[in-house]
């Protein structure tokens, strides 16, 4: 088992920045990917970013030149630039491990104000 605990996020005016993070605690060395993942008011949970163990950086196309995802051994970070009203969401934090097993964080809540 993964355990995963996100920390950051806030509220934050359009234009602005901010970084959420995340720590995973347990079985990491099983860790193959990590990542995250948002889901705004009345719509679907998406990627928004993910790097695989030793892989470059996967973006969603919205977030490509304002967002950067990095990973320091069993941490993940995402710095957020740029933010637009359209960020607005719930971050999750997601690692896969060898056996393709998703773990998720708790969330935590991005507000960007116009």
């Known amino acids: 088992q993964v355990q995963l605990v996100e920390s950051g996020g806030g509220l934050v005016q359009s234009g602005g920045s901010l970084r959420v993070s995340c720590a995973a605690s347990?079985?990491?060395?099983?860790?193959?990917?990590m990542g995250w993942y948002r889901q705004g008011p009345g719509l679907e949970r998406e990627l928004v970013a993910d790097?695989?163990?030793?892989?470059s950086p996967k973006y969603a196309d919205s977030v490509k030149g304002r967002f950067t995802i990095s990973r320091e051994n069993a941490k993940v970070y995402l710095q957020m630039n740029s933010l637009k009203p359209e960020d607005t969401a719930v971050y999750y934090c997601?690692?896969?491990?060898?056996?393709?097993?998703?773990?998720w964080g708790q969330g935590t809540q991005v507000t960007v104000s116009s």
């Open positions: 790097i695989t163990t030793g892989g």
């Open positions: 997601n690692c896969r491990d060898w056996g393709q097993k998703n773990y």
């Open positions: 347990g079985r990491i060395f099983s860790i193959t990917a």
